[in-house]
């Protein structure tokens, strides 16, 4: 379990558009901090500061492949599949739902399906 | 209630819904079959769904985007992959570009439909979506994080409260 100071860090981390922009590009896992700065119109110094912000937070890790030091996103593959689980869940209930209001609509006769089935 | 079980598998990156509807297969069928009807709830209210291309035949491509309250325009589609109407439906739901082309880089997931009668004038629909990948769900959760899916489980005003502390600094 995470702490309440954990989450906090985590939200912070992500509040920032570029930082969760690195989070997204570092998945793959192939560029180093020089390489990341490239995408962006800030300073490698800056980027850098970004970097540790997130690593500070867990988000993303420094892994070093041959002599090169890449940023990698760290995620917890479980706990992202529960999360993607449990977002899926709410998208198919919405849907679900307004299945059942057109469904319902029919009984209602305010449905304007009719016009379309012709 | 209308969603009857919801089943999830994280290790089999699989998630089953059962929903239960006071009409005929036939009816909940048409809710896939026809485009005007889908388009009623395949998107969230704040996101509306137009399908600019939609034939249900196997092999063929649906083709879809939502409007946002911004204007903006995500778009997505379907690769279908059966059809057997009124019974199931299986597609491969994908992300596609600002052109309508699929997305390659974007994970794709597998949905498969079944409906059933099951008596009483009532009709069984189960969904069944499969994911790829642990990575793919990964870069689910990493999009997400910037389209607001974490508002969705109920982080909304935790983020809304750093934003403001991080935008004042």
Redesign the interface.
């Known amino acids: 379990m995470q702490t309440g100071t954990d989450?906090?860090r985590v939200?912070?981390a992500?509040?920032?558009?570029t930082r969760?922009?690195i989070?997204?590009r570092s998945?793959a896992g192939q560029e180093g901090v020089a390489e990341l700065a490239d995408h962006y119109p800030m300073s490698f110094a800056a980027v850098q500061k970004h970097v540790a912000v997130l690593e500070r937070a867990g988000l993303v890790t420094k892994q070093r492949i041959g002599r090169r030091k890449v940023v990698r996103?760290h995620?917890d593959?479980?706990a992202?599949?529960?999360?993607?689980?449990?977002?899926?869940?709410?998208?198919?209930?919405?849907?679900?739902?307004?299945?059942?209001?057109?469904?319902t609509e029919?009984?209602e006769g305010t449905d304007k399906?009719r016009e379309?089935?012709a | 209630m209308?969603?009857t079980a919801?089943r999830?598998?994280?290790?089999a990156?699989t998630?089953t819904?059962t929903?239960e509807?006071?009409?005929s297969p036939e009816?909940?069928w048409?809710?896939w079959a026809?485009p005007?009807?889908l388009e009623?709830?395949?998107g969230?209210p704040t996101y509306p769904a137009t399908f600019t291309r939609h034939d249900l035949a196997p092999g063929s491509r649906v083709e879809y985007h939502m409007t946002g309250p911004e204007g903006d325009q995500p778009r997505g589609y379907w690769d279908v992959l059966e059809v057997d109407p009124p019974r199931s439906l299986a597609f491969r739901d994908g992300f596609a570009n600002e052109d309508g082309s699929p997305n390659e880089e974007l994970p794709q997931?597998i949905a498969r439909v079944t409906i059933a009668d099951i008596g009483g004038g009532r009709t069984r629909?189960s969904?069944e979506?499969v994911?790829p990948s642990?990575?793919a769900?990964?870069?689910?959760?990493?999009?997400?994080?910037?389209e607001g899916?974490t508002q969705?489980?109920g982080?909304i005003d935790?983020?809304l409260?750093?934003?403001a502390?991080?935008r004042r600094s």
């Open positions: 989450i906090d939200f912070a992500l509040a920032d558009p969760r922009d989070v997204r998945i996103t995620a593959g479980l992202a599949a529960r999360r993607v689980l449990d977002h899926y869940e709410e998208l198919w209930r919405g849907r679900i739902d307004r299945m059942a209001d057109l469904i029919d009984t399906t379309t089935q | 209308t969603v919801v999830k598998d994280p290790d990156l998630l819904l929903a509807f006071d009409a009816r909940v048409q809710l026809d005007r009807q009623r709830w395949w969230p997931t629909m969904i979506s994911f642990a990575e769900m990964e870069q689910i959760v990493a999009m997400g994080v910037e899916l969705a489980v982080q935790a983020i409260a750093e934003d502390v991080v």
